[in-house]
């Protein structure tokens, strides 16, 4: 089976660009999280997609924003790219379910790092 | 608000040495649930554990264990006989709400040396 992808690995913008990431979750996984890492803040919960529709945010401005489509591959969008944005972008899969909580057991992918210029 | 607390930054034993990591929660929700996550060298974050505020049993899956207690809102983490390929960054976290409000503590990095 194969595991959680996302492309691109590796990413240098520019501030004041925007940036799409793609994640591909495990086939039958019908959400997906995504989180940013940054060595100032740590581990931060950006949101999570369940059945295309946006089931939880975390506390990031209005410039991120993300999107399931119906295969439950997930983008996430940063417009107006700011220096602080530079970190490891994860994403996880899992197979949550409507009536129950999301975040059995997770897969993550291996993170795209951003580099804001 | 919610909040995770590794008071240990970093920590290292000597390989088939016991350790246990610290994690320390704040909540006034009665339910929500409790994560530990490895993230080795390579970056990418393991899922190790998820257990939920009416659930204090503790766990143990091989050489890990969890003890969950909820009177000193503590939610630790032991390897038993560490090895070398137990180095790397844990994470505790905390999310309520059923995944609202998801919060992850700073981290502990352990380093097993041969």
């Known amino acids: 089976k194969a595991g959680v992808t996302q492309t691109p690995r590796y990413l240098i913008k520019t501030r004041g660009q925007q940036v799409t990431l793609s994640c591909s979750p495990i086939?039958?996984?019908?959400?997906v999280s995504w989180y940013q890492q940054t060595p100032g803040q740590g581990l931060q919960f950006l949101f999570e997609?369940?059945?295309?529709?946006?089931?939880n945010k975390g506390n990031f401005p209005g410039r991120f924003s993300g999107r399931q489509f119906s295969n439950s591959r997930s983008e996430m969008n940063v417009s107006t790219l700011e220096l602080g944005d530079s970190a490891l972008y994860l994403c996880?899969?899992?197979?949550?379910?409507?009536?129950?909580?999301?975040?059995?057991?997770?897969?993550f992918g291996p993170g795209t790092r951003l580099t804001v210029l | 608000a919610q909040k995770v607390t590794q008071a240990q930054t970093e920590i290292s034993v000597v390989e088939k040495e016991d350790v246990t990591l610290d994690c320390v929660y704040e909540?006034?929700?009665?339910?929500?649930?409790l994560f530990w996550y490895k993230q080795p060298p390579s970056g990418e974050l393991v899922f190790l554990i998820r257990?939920?505020?009416?659930?204090?049993q503790n766990e143990i899956s091989g050489r890990y264990s969890w003890n969950f207690q909820k009177s000193t809102s503590s939610f630790n983490f032991t390897i038993t006989a560490s090895q070398v390929v137990d180095s790397a960054v844990y994470f505790c976290?905390?999310?309520?709400?059923?995944?609202?409000?998801?919060?992850f503590g700073p981290g502990t990095r352990l380093s097993v040396l041969p």
């Open positions: 996880a899969s899992s197979t949550g379910g409507l009536t129950t909580p999301s975040y059995n057991e997770q897969f």
């Open positions: 086939s039958g996984h019908r959400s």
């Open positions: 997609y369940f059945s295309e529709t946006q089931r």
């Open positions: 909540t006034r929700d009665t339910t929500y649930y």
């Open positions: 257990r939920n505020s009416f659930d204090e």
């Open positions: 976290a905390l999310s309520v709400n059923y995944g609202q409000n998801f919060v």
